[in-house]
């Protein structure tokens, strides 16, 4: 061989071991910059967090005191002498004389409970009457009556990217010394004398690998399973092995003891809750003990010390002798470490193991999940991990959401012959949504967009447009009190609109609308028109005040798709999202004030910087008095209407809405509220399969179960009506010279303005 060849040889072997160390030390730097990163801003496996809105007491609800106790003990709120000062975080109960000396002239009241709020850290004085019911509330430094009282706001989701998890963060002085020591003894008790890797624990694992001649042990320290967990995969090979080792090593180098403990307390896997991961002791506390990690005795932290291992074999409550061995080993562990005495060994192993977990909102809202982080996205905020999203969903609300629509659909597919048919027939699944609102704030409180989000992940609720059939008449209604009859004189609930039959022709096609029973009829008021769903008179009404009209009037209410001049627009022959018509309904229950619809009130980063607020006042789009007509005869579709079944299924506080239900049955609606909530159902088939379903037989149904049970929460009030409208009661007589046909003629109540001419 000659020389230059030797030489060659010899530079690139140097440059082969030169590029070797370049790759190495930018390999190292870049771990070690990623891991500065990540220490700089704590996002060791950060879930992004999702609130619901504070937790809202009513005045009118039923509410016992016990209840109230249960509720602030179970937050664990600190309970005070009634008397002593309240802190963030404390309540105090007292009896009748306690509270007669915080507001005076509340004779009424039997008991009150005092609490100072964490969210917004207000005061808030409830107080109660001897019938279990919340009699007044006040709120505030200085007590202002108010008709609500709000606790605070509670995590109901948290993902590490799509994965739902449990994950409470605690610092290291909150967790026991116990739980520190049951840890470390059975998982790495050499812990604060090494730097990353244990000798003796590597050593142990090779010669068990070499035995049985694979990779079956790791010899991991506490360390490499946070540096596992975070970093790496897991896969067992030697390479993985190696890589962990190293960056163990530059852990150790770059973080302290304490700050690797704490880390891996908090992330370590622990369990599975149905969807959910169980990460770290503080959520593994909760739902295996009910309580808080700082209350743990010896024994539970010997438990979590077990769990850790292998989370499914050593659960306590599902294989209970399982566990127990493996407690006695921790507490063996800790014995020969000198960490308990022989009286607490002898003593934890005594204690019991629990016998439930904590169960959790069912599924984590996957619906309302899925909306939020849609409307992150239209914000603009890509980045989830560790971010803090406040919402504006009330957890009861969900619930009954879910409730609501699962059993609906429930009873449909078991007892409607014809639904049986479809799905057996053509392997379809019936739908339904659900979405309910705070119309005082416009906070989205509850979203269902479908029966099942594992199986069908589609969000109806946010994403589908339908057919809105008959709940869009409202609208050609308010648009008729908004303007002036042929006479130039106002619409009145008592107006007479035609009922004979009709032909309209545009666009080089003829429109003849039918009533849904077939039928026609003298001239009928505007009131029994709209409350028995007639399509004639509505169809007249709209061509009269102009369809350009009605639809001015519907982008009032907030409705954004597109709308076109069309005659069958005033039958709802258009698509719209149920979001839209949720925000119209809204707007009609507040009198004309406008307000933007809340999911996201509010977002943080893990810094605790504020990414987006929710701003939203509010703006009139109309007269009060116009829309106080409106819902007077909106009332009566409830009462004697098309939605009067909702009364026989129990809904007994007031309440107004209308029916929808497509001339094919493909859609079926029902959108409603009181006056402290709105709420839109929808039912029908994604392939818009006909079901024979109308909005009173399907969605209505599934809409009063729903607000039957929510409206327990509040005094069963009317609306509030402007100083320039009154009330009057028509008798049958009077109705039937009016125009109501004899069958149908009952007592009833309407709204009038002032300036109406005499009834």
Request: glycine residues 6%.
């Amino acid at each position: 061989m000659s020389r230059t060849m030797k030489l060659t040889g010899r530079k690139q072997f140097g440059l082969g071991i030169l590029t070797l160390f370049i790759i190495l030390f930018l390999g190292f730097s870049y771990t070690d910059y990623k891991i500065q990163r990540l220490i700089e801003d704590k996002r060791f496996l950060a879930p992004t967090r999702y609130y619901s809105s504070p937790v809202k007491f009513y005045v009118g609800q039923v509410r016992s005191l016990s209840s109230l106790k249960d509720y602030f003990s179970r937050e664990e709120y600190r309970s005070r002498p009634f008397g002593s000062p309240i802190q963030v975080g404390d309540y105090s109960v007292g009896n009748r004389a306690d509270c007669g000396q915080i507001v005076k002239g509340e004779n009424e009241v039997f008991s009150c409970l005092l609490f100072r709020a964490r969210y917004s850290k207000k005061l808030n004085l409830i107080n109660l009457n001897e019938l279990d019911q919340i009699h007044s509330i006040f709120v505030g430094e200085d007590l202002v009556p108010s008709l609500y009282a709000e606790a605070d706001a509670q995590i109901f989701a948290q993902y590490l990217g799509s994965q739902p998890t449990q994950q409470i963060k605690v610092e290291l002085g909150d967790i026991p010394r116990y739980c520190l020591d049951a840890v470390l003894a059975i998982e790495d008790p050499d812990f604060l004398e090494h730097s990353g890797i244990s000798v003796r624990g590597l050593t142990r694992a090779l010669i068990a690998n070499l035995k049985n001649i694979r990779y079956s042990q790791g010899g991991s320290t506490i360390t490499q399973q946070l540096v596992k967990n975070y970093f790496l995969t897991p896969e067992k090979t030697i390479k993985r092995k190696v890589i962990e080792i190293v960056i163990s090593l530059i852990f150790e180098f770059r973080v302290s003891k304490d700050d690797i403990l704490q880390t891996y307390l908090n992330i370590i896997y622990l369990g599975q809750s149905g969807v959910f991961e169980v990460r770290g002791y503080g959520s593994a506390s909760e739902y295996y003990f009910q309580k808080s990690v700082d209350r743990l005795n010896l024994g539970e932290c010997a438990m979590l010390a077990a769990i850790v291992n292998n989370p499914g074999r050593f659960n306590p409550v599902r294989n209970p002798e399982n566990a127990k061995q493996r407690r006695t080993r921790v507490l063996d562990k800790m014995m020969e470490h000198d960490r308990i005495t022989r009286e607490e060994y002898d003593q934890a192993l005594q204690s019991p193991l629990p016998h439930s977990l904590k169960s959790n909102l069912a599924d984590s809202a996957p619906y309302y999940v899925d909306a939020v982080n849609k409307e992150l996205k239209k914000l603009g905020i890509e980045e989830r991990s560790g971010l803090d999203v406040y919402t504006a969903l009330e957890p009861e609300a969900q619930q009954l959401a879910e409730k609501a629509v699962t059993q609906g659909i429930k009873y449909f597919e078991n007892n409607l012959a014809f639904i049986k048919k479809i799905k057996e027939s053509k392997k379809i699944d019936l739908q339904a949504t659900l979405i309910a609102s705070n119309p005082l704030t416009g906070e989205v409180v509850a979203i269902v967009g479908g029966r099942d989000f594992r199986t069908s992940p589609y969000n109806r609720a946010i994403e589908s447009q339908r057919q809105v059939g008959s709940v869009f008449k409202p609208i050609v209604y308010l648009t008729a009190l908004r303007s002036r009859a042929p006479t130039g004189q106002l619409y009145t609930p008592l107006t007479l609109i035609d009922n004979s039959p009709l032909k309209l022709e545009y666009d080089r096609q003829v429109w003849e609308p039918k009533n849904y029973d077939g039928q026609f009829s003298a001239p009928l008021p505007l009131f029994f028109a709209l409350k028995e769903s007639k399509n004639v008179p509505t169809a007249r009404l709209a061509v009269a005040v102009g369809l350009d009209n009605v639809i001015a009037t519907a982008r009032d209410l907030g409705v954004t798709s597109e709308l076109k001049e069309y005659p069958s627009l005033s039958l709802g022959a258009f698509e719209l999202k149920p979001m839209e018509v949720l925000m119209a309904y809204n707007t009609i229950s507040q009198m004309g004030l406008r307000q933007d619809l809340q999911i996201v009130k509010r977002v943080q980063n893990n810094r605790g910087d504020t990414l987006y607020v929710h701003d939203n006042w509010g703006e009139p789009v109309g007269n009060v008095e116009d829309f106080n007509v409106l819902v007077g005869m909106m009332k009566e579709t409830l009462i004697s209407g098309t939605g009067a079944f909702s009364r026989a299924m129990g809904l007994k506080h007031v309440a107004a809405g209308k029916t929808g239900t497509t001339s094919d049955t493909r859609d079926a609606w029902f959108a409603g509220f009181t006056p402290f909530h709105t709420a839109v159902t929808w039912v029908g088939y994604d392939d818009g399969t006909p079901h024979r379903l109308t909005g009173a037989s399907g969605a209505l149904p599934i809409w009063t179960n729903y607000m039957r049970e929510i409206a327990k929460r509040y005094a069963n009030r009317d609306f509030d009506f402007s100083k320039q409208v009154y009330e009057e009661t028509l008798d049958r007589d009077s109705l039937i010279e009016r125009g109501v046909p004899e069958e149908k003629a009952r007592d009833t109540q309407l709204i009038f303005r002032r300036k109406d001419e005499s009834q």
